[in-house]
């Protein structure tokens, strides 16, 4: 009885009205997952980086919308003559360009530990991101949030206009991935995807496989960096903690587009759908989100939900070979006549 209480009391129409704006988080939070690609499917490590230059993106273009440059972004500018640029409230889409070149220099910090210091991916990794928290607060001048509302600023994109975001967050995806898919068929781009697939046989072949890593590294947390500089416009504030959490829900939106692409292809798929099914994951894993908060489960559980997920999904093809593996083992054998 209390169950069928339970379900009577949820609304359909709520779902219908909570589920755009999960859209247009999911199609943010993908184009952050496509900085999570470069570096674990392309270069084949994990970057733990990307929670802290996440953080860093949303610091710098909130700041920059509504401050202008940190005063201790700008003191370091001074030294090399660029003055009077601290105080100086910049378009949305110029902080989104800082936020970029933000990203650009805190992958090049875990990608100089990585392959000149010999140390680890993921604790290099760990390392920028352990940094990254006392920079960005002194990105913020010291303060743990930094609120930034569309009724003052031009935004990119703002929760307060769902539709207007959804559609400027295809655009953009649709931009990154167009460029993502034309450079990474360059001579440069192709060296960094071989770096990942062969690295002994890259670097036979001449290729300088720690500038290679170190390139992916720099652009895969320049778009995570961009993702969070859209992201804090779309909530509306900057947190020292909003990358907390982003490297499981980049990897449960690059899992969940990887069975997607295995689902919509029969062949193998090109590289512009698989970039393409990454933003479709985040799009499905905040509907998720959306769905579980309408069942009004704990929202304290929703980073065990998103490990499970990531855990299922990447269990399926490992148990969907081994499935294939022992039907063709048990055929060989004689199948079901020595049965």
Request: overall charge positive; proline content about 3%.
């Amino acid at each position: 009885m209390d169950l069928l209480a339970y379900f009577s009391s949820l609304d359909p129409l709520r779902l219908l009205r909570n589920l755009p704006g999960g859209i247009a988080q999911g199609i943010l939070w993908g184009i952050m997952a496509l900085g999570v690609y470069i570096t674990f499917r392309l270069l084949k490590v994990s970057d733990l980086t990307v929670e802290g230059s996440f953080a860093t993106g949303g610091a710098v273009t909130v700041m920059m919308i509504t401050k202008g440059i940190s005063p201790m972004v700008a003191s370091l500018l001074s030294l090399i003559g660029l003055k009077g640029m601290e105080g100086v409230s910049y378009p949305a889409w110029i902080a989104l360009v800082m936020s970029f070149l933000a990203g650009i220099l805190c992958g090049l910090c875990t990608g100089l530990m990585h392959s000149y210091l010999g140390i680890p991916a993921i604790l290099a990794g760990i390392l920028t991101q352990l940094a990254l928290y006392s920079v960005n607060l002194h990105i913020m001048d010291m303060a743990a949030n930094t609120p930034v509302s569309v009724d003052r600023y031009s935004l990119t994109v703002s929760g307060r206009f769902v539709p207007a975001a959804i559609l400027a967050g295809c655009l953009i995806a649709f931009v990154i991935i167009g460029i993502m898919y034309w450079y990474f068929g360059t001579e440069q781009g192709s060296a960094i995807r071989a770096t990942g697939n062969n690295p002994i046989m890259s670097r036979a072949q001449g290729i300088d496989i720690d500038h290679m890593k170190l390139i992916g590294f720099a652009l895969s947390n320049g778009i995570v960096a961009f993702a969070g500089g859209l992201v804090a416009q779309y909530q509306g504030f900057a947190d020292v903690n909003m990358g907390r959490g982003a490297s499981v829900i980049g990897l449960a939106a690059v899992i969940i587009g990887d069975a997607l692409t295995e689902l919509f292809s029969k062949n193998r798929p090109n590289f512009a759908g698989r970039l393409i099914c990454v933003i479709l994951g985040g799009i499905i894993y905040y509907s998720v989100v959306v769905l579980v908060l309408w069942l009004r489960l704990n929202t304290n559980d929703l980073k065990l939900l998103t490990a499970v997920i990531v855990c299922l999904f990447l269990a399926i093809p490992y148990l969907k070979e081994q499935r294939t593996t022992s039907f063709a083992k048990f055929k060989n054998r004689g199948g079901w006549k020595n049965a």
